[in-house]
């Protein structure tokens, strides 16, 4: 019992503290979502009224929710298998670097994920730009006429995807590296001994010990891409024709732009709500695989 309450005297602040900026914030939006708080509301409290279920209704028949829910997806389906096919092609060259090398490397792959995202956002923007950017620049060189990459709709999400890879890929790969570094020798050695390629033992050992570091790795680029917002914020605006709109952009305009802040509640756990679903998806897919 004596051990117990020493336990509990060392983590109550930090249990209070989850308390009072994570718990208490979310009990509190959670009952926002089902109130139309307003700016009315906000200046006097007895517009405030309950609507119930109204809020997350009206996002469903919305099609400006299920426009930016399906540029999220979009985000999602192809920036995920980029970030991750990067990483892992990265960290297994690293891996296979000599061990000199390595440090400076690994610390040019995590340059872009310690930077602000604010700074290199606005510099791709200069990158991309359609008559000054280097990126038409050197498409030119090949007969390639320039692209209007933030500007037209078809390629405006695709380069926020581009952008998001090179700018996260760094933090997956070191973890990714570390999981390779874990590997048994004895594995490369026996699995060579038998006759085994290079790519077989990349195939038949490397991948499947490596399963639950890529399964952790996975889990936390799909929540953190779900997330979508300083990219589309400070590149396009939700532009062009609301085309780069995600959930959590919809989320800031419903709540800072037109002050519904009711609704705005609503969109953070609507999108919180299909996070769960796809994370349970992928630990379904987990169970079933065995990792």
């Known amino acids: 019992m004596k051990r117990n309450w020493m336990a509990w005297v060392f983590a109550g602040p930090a249990i209070t503290l989850i308390a009072v900026f994570f718990l208490l914030p979310v009990v509190t939006a959670l009952l926002l979502s089902a109130t139309d708080f307003d700016l009315y509301a906000l200046a006097d409290m007895r517009q405030l009224r309950f609507v119930g279920l109204q809020n997350y209704l009206a996002l469903l028949r919305s099609a400006e929710f299920w426009n930016a829910f399906g540029n999220t997806v979009y985000f999602v389906l192809l920036g995920v298998p980029l970030s991750l096919g990067l990483s892992l092609l990265c960290a297994v060259l690293l891996n296979s670097a ?6 400076f490397f690994r610390t040019a792959m995590f340059a872009p994920v310690v930077a602000t995202m604010v700074a290199v956002a606005v510099i ?57 570094q874990g590997i048994p020798r004895d594995l490369y050695e026996a699995a060579a001994m038998d006759g085994a390629g290079p790519w077989q033992r990349f195939r038949c050992v490397t991948l499947p010990m490596l399963a639950p570091t890529m399964f952790m790795v996975g889990i936390l680029t799909v929540t953190g891409y779900f997330q979508l917002f300083g990219e589309p914020y400070v590149m396009t605006q939700g532009g062009p024709g609301r085309s780069t709109v995600s959930v959590l952009y919809l989320m800031y305009e419903e709540g800072f732009k037109w002050w519904n802040l009711g ?21 379904l897919v987990r169970k079933w695989r065995g990792w």
């Open 98 to 103: 000599a061990a000199r090398a390595q440090g």
């Open 263 to 283: 609704s705005a509640s609503a969109v953070a756990f609507m999108l919180f709500a299909f996070m769960m679903l796809f994370t349970s998806a992928l630990l």
């Open 124 to 180: 791709w923007r200069y990158l991309l730009h359609t008559r000054y950017g280097w990126v038409n620049h050197l498409l030119s060189f090949v007969g390639i006429a320039p692209v209007d990459w933030l500007g037209d709709p078809q390629w405006s999400m695709p380069a926020i995807v581009v952008f998001a890879v090179w700018k996260n890929f760094g933090y997956n790969a070191v973890i990714l590296l570390a999981g390779l």
